[in-house]
């Protein structure tokens, strides 16, 4: 079994899975940041060590020998380069545990689970994770494409408006500074509505609330077609905390990409969301299957 780990902007969300993807035990807990990202880690994983649990294809208890994370931004290794969400800058993960690990981007860990999820397709397959933060993903032939330090399609950070606001990350206008949750919300304050945060504003019949989220599909359909053009892909999934609201926004964004790609290249994308909540831990259970075997 594999303890699977995903550490959001928000929250950090665990779960054990057997190797058909079951999952066997799960729980959460808000995110700490800075100094107190690597104590929670080691928290996590010893309490979970202390556990023990009964496979769903069998009886018998069993305890999980392998450990795969997933962290927002740029890694390498088992280093952490540079986390805004986690406020961490090369930070090493070396010695977290005396048990085999990988540590992965974690929207290459969700869209790795939503393209297995898809049925693997072969042909080019691209996501986006829309919450807290906005990142993305995409498989070439059935591969992930990870880049450098693992952080291909960083898709949060690409500008949609070359003097839009500022980003944590040093850029101007970039995606997530208008679709990630805690912007979101900044606007929808703004706009006077009484939302505390992204639940609020998803549950608001508001008329006010729903031009907002006719304004986030034109701005992911934006960034949609951006991608349409540069990669040509059959699937486009949205996943993610924003994505539940998918049926909100989801006329505005196909509204964008009809004005901003050529039928030649969007007719026939499946543009779609899928909110299972453990497609990060099943994404990380299977790169952790084909890199610890």
């Not at 330090?149 to 040093?170: K, V």
């Not at 359909?221 to 926004?249: C, D, E, Q």
Request: aromatic letters at 8%.
């Amino acid at each position: 079994m594999v303890l699977t780990i995903d550490a959001g902007g928000t929250t950090i969300k665990y779960a054990v899975l057997d190797q058909n993807g079951a999952v066997i035990s799960s729980g959460s807990a808000p995110t700490k940041k800075g100094d107190a990202f690597l104590p929670q880690l080691r928290g996590i994983i010893e309490e979970m060590r202390g556990k023990s649990f009964s496979e769903t294809t069998g009886g018998g208890s069993f305890s999980f020998d392998q450990v795969a994370i997933a962290v927002p931004g740029p890694s390498k290794e088992k280093t952490i380069l540079k986390s805004v969400a986690l406020e961490l800058e090369n930070v090493s993960l070396e010695g977290l545990t005396d048990l085999p690990f990988i540590m992965t981007n974690d929207s290459t860990a969700a869209i790795f689970g939503g393209w297995r999820a898809a049925g693997s397709p072969k042909t080019p397959f691209v996501g986006f994770t829309l919450g807290t933060g906005v990142g993305g993903g995409m498989l070439i032939n059935g591969t992930m494409v990870t880049g450098v330090t693992s952080s291909a399609g960083e898709f949060g950070h690409m500008s949609i408006d070359a003097d839009g606001p500022a980003c944590g990350c040093g850029n101007r206008g970039c995606l997530e500074r208008y679709v990630g949750w805690k912007d979101l919300v900044s606007q929808a304050q703004a706009l006077g509505l009484m939302v505390r945060d992204g639940k609020d504003l998803f549950n608001s019949v508001d008329p006010r609330a729903q031009e907002l989220w006719d304004w986030v599909g034109h701005k992911i359909g934006f960034a949609v077609s951006n991608i349409i053009w540069a990669v040509n892909p059959s699937h486009v999934l949205l996943t993610g905390g924003v994505a539940r609201a998918f049926s909100r926004f989801e006329k505005t964004l196909r509204e964008e990409i009809s004005r901003r790609v050529i039928p030649a290249l969007r007719d026939g994308v499946q543009i779609y969301a899928n909110l299972d909540e453990h497609l990060a831990h099943q994404g990380l259970l299977a790169l952790t299957l084909s890199v610890l075997k």
